[in-house]
């Protein structure tokens, strides 16, 4: 058992075994939409064409005058992904201007959340448009997609630890990534044990599920086939990382399953079972029960949209009011500001 701040986050008598056995793909759904936000000029241009669509010298001065080939590529291979799309100026027939796509749009909400989480770093407020920002932004999407956030969710481990775990980087490369999350504030050292170094999940790091929850539902939403579906590991992560950050009423009490049902992979749903006592969750593990006696199921989508609005209406509830508590909870601490 493991203290994830003041919850216990307990993974059973195999926890190793158990997330070494989760751990296996190296993509993660939501990684793609934010790396494509860890540059600054993708924001700058998602951010530009957002105000209306725009010809390609009108968007170099909007962007702050990048090389022309520069700014080319980066149309391209945001076209490519599908948030931008070209389209004839009807006064000039051979006249093409940019303009964003639906997926294009929800990117940009994507990036107010990315700058709303850079605002909260531990050592003040990173701008969106610095060389800092693209580095905690890349640290982010690194951890995410070699599943260290996911490992180190679950309660404190060692670069030794975490490599036995993650079977998809080599110790040198999750050496690499370890320092960067360090670096920027999104993991922390804590005393060591015996010769090994301990980490664990910042605040400020668990808060960053919020910004990627929401690029893993514009991939969903708009990439479909194209993109890593949303996994058993990936529901996990979310609800661990966010657990520990949740406060209840005073009187809350008992114990729910959070469960997300059909994630890609999975034989059977997927989430958590949370214990509540005297309004904090004192506990989350990540085994689930086959019939309990309170809980919350739904879709990914469904899911993504209740902790959105703190509405449990979209979910199947059942076992009393401690669900739907939670889900309030859920919304209000990870809620941008």
């Avoid at 657990?243 to 009490?253: E, G, N, R």
Wanted: glycine share 10%.
């Amino acid at each position: 058992m493991a203290i994830a701040g003041d919850v216990e986050i307990d993974e059973g008598g195999a926890a190793i075994e158990a997330v070494a056995s989760s751990c296996a793909p190296a993509a993660r759904a939501g990684a793609q939409a934010i790396s494509v936000l860890s540059t600054p000029l993708n924001q700058q241009i998602l951010r530009s064409l957002a105000e209306r669509p725009m010809r390609l010298a009108q968007l170099r001065k909007a962007t702050g005058l990048p090389a022309q080939t520069t700014l080319r590529g980066h149309l391209a291979s945001l076209g490519e992904i599908g948030a931008l799309s070209k389209r004839t100026v009807e006064q000039m027939p051979y006249a093409v201007e940019n303009q964003l796509t639906p997926m294009g749009r929800e990117l940009v909400a994507v990036a107010d959340l990315l700058e709303a989480w850079l605002r909260e770093a531990p050592d003040g407020p990173i701008s969106i448009e610095n060389s800092a920002a693209r580095g905690a932004v890349k640290a982010l999407a690194d951890g995410w997609a070699s599943t260290i956030l996911r490992s180190l969710a679950a309660g404190p481990l060692s670069l030794t630890e975490l490599d036995k775990l993650i079977a998809d980087h080599s110790y040198p490369a999750l050496e690499r990534r370890l320092a960067s999350m360090r670096m920027v504030g999104l993991v922390a050292a804590q005393p060591n044990r015996g010769t090994r170094t301990p980490y664990v999940v910042t605040d400020w790091g668990r808060r960053g599920i919020v910004p990627l929850a929401a690029a893993s539902h514009c991939e969903r939403v708009h990439m479909g086939l194209d993109i890593e579906a949303v996994a058993g590991i990936d529901i996990e992560a979310a609800f661990l990382l966010a657990m520990p950050l949740v406060t209840l009423p005073p009187d809350a009490a008992g114990s729910c399953q959070l469960e997300v049902e059909g994630p890609s992979g999975s034989a059977g749903p997927a989430g958590v079972r949370v214990a509540v006592e005297g309004g904090r969750v004192v506990s989350c593990a990540s085994q689930l029960e086959p019939a309990p006696s309170a809980y919350a199921a739904g879709s990914v989508v469904e899911w993504f949209l209740a902790v959105k609005e703190g509405d449990g209406a979209r979910l199947r509830l059942g076992g009393g009011s401690l669900a739907e508590i939670l889900i309030e909870g859920l919304h209000a601490a990870l809620r941008p500001g």
